[in-house]
C-alpha cells in the first residue's frame, strides 16, 4: 500500500518562498510519475506540476517560471519549492503517485498566499 505525507505548507506573504515535500513510503523511482496538485476553495483540484520516472517534468501554465518540482530517489522524497506566490496560488497541495496505472494520494498540505 502506498502512502503520501506531504509538509511545508503554512502561511506567506505575496512574493515569499514555500518548499513542499512528499514522503512516499514506496519506491518513487518504481513509480511511472509523481507530481503535485491543488484545489482551492470552491474549485476542482488541477494540476501543478509532473516529474516522470525519467525525469521529465511538466508545470500548469499559471506556475511556470516559479515552481520547480524535484526528486531524491534515495530520500523516497518529491519536492516543490514554490517561489513569488500570489494569493492565487492558496490551496491544498496534495502529493501524487501514480503507477501500474493507479493514483495515489496524500492528505494535503495547506498552502495560504497573503496580499
Known amino acids: 500500500q502506498v502512502q503520501l505525507v506531504e509538509s511545508g505548507g503554512g502561511l506567506v506573504q505575496a512574493g515569499g518562498s514555500l518548499r513542499l515535500s512528499c514522503v512516499d513510503s514506496?519506491?518513487?523511482?518504481?513509480?511511472?510519475?509523481m507530481g503535485w496538485y491543488r484545489q482551492a476553495p470552491g474549485k476542482q483540484r488541477e494540476l501543478v506540476a509532473t516529474?516522470?520516472?525519467?525525469?521529465?517534468?511538466n508545470y500548469a501554465d499559471s506556475v511556470k517560471g516559479r515552481f520547480t518540482i524535484s526528486r531524491d530517489n534515495a530520500k523516497n522524497t518529491v519536492y516543490l519549492q514554490m517561489n513569488s506566490l500570489k494569493p492565487g496560488d492558496t490551496a491544498v497541495y496534495y502529493c501524487?503517485?501514480?503507477?501500474?496505472?493507479?493514483?495515489?494520494w496524500g492528505k494535503g498540505t495547506l498552502v495560504t498566499v497573503s496580499s
Open positions: 501524487n503517485d501514480w503507477r501500474l496505472g493507479i493514483n495515489y
Open positions: 514506496a519506491s518513487i523511482f518504481s513509480a511511472d510519475r
Open positions: 516529474i516522470t520516472r525519467g525525469g521529465t517534468t
